[in-house]
Structures are given as structure tokens and as C-alpha cells.
């Protein structure tokens, strides 16, 4: 029970995530460079809440923003 538990309060701090980092994108005025970690950041939190389709299409989205430099953090997390 203890574990289950844990898991649904990950589960929601996830959710919780996801729903601040779309107000942020939403709401906020940032340049090319923090939009785009800040996308990465929700398409992270959107696969860690289940939302698999989503997360992926996001992930596709940062995938043609990244910097050549970046490309390899972002292989190796979604490799993982």
C-alpha cells in the first residue's frame, strides 16, 4: 500500500507538472532557446504521467528545435 501510494503521489506531481508547464508556455514570453527546455521539460512530464501520444508528438517538436550540441541528451532520454 505504502508503494501505491508513492506512486500516486508521483503520478500527481507529474500532472501537476504537466498542467504549470502549459500554463507557462501559455502565459509566458520566452525566447527560442528557454521555449524550447521548457517543451522538453513538458514532454517529459506528459510521458511520466502516461500520455505517451502526446509526449511523443512533443518530443518530435523538440527534436526539430534542438541545437546540434543538445541532440545527444535528448537521443539518450528518449532511448531510455
Do not use: W
Not at 37 to 60: H, I, P, R, T
Amino acid at each position: 500500500a505504502i508503494k501505491a501510494a508513492e506512486h500516486a503521489i508521483e503520478k500527481l506531481a507529474f500532472e501537476q507538472a504537466v498542467d504549470l508547464l502549459r500554463k507557462a508556455l501559455e502565459l509566458g514570453e520566452f525566447d527560442g532557446e528557454k521555449r524550447s527546455e521548457l517543451e522538453l521539460e513538458l514532454a517529459e512530464a506528459l510521458a511520466n504521467s502516461g500520455y505517451s501520444k502526446e509526449a511523443a508528438d512533443l518530443f518530435l517538436v523538440c527534436a526539430t528545435n534542438v541545437k546540434p550540441a543538445d541532440i545527444m541528451p535528448v537521443s539518450i532520454f528518449c532511448l531510455s
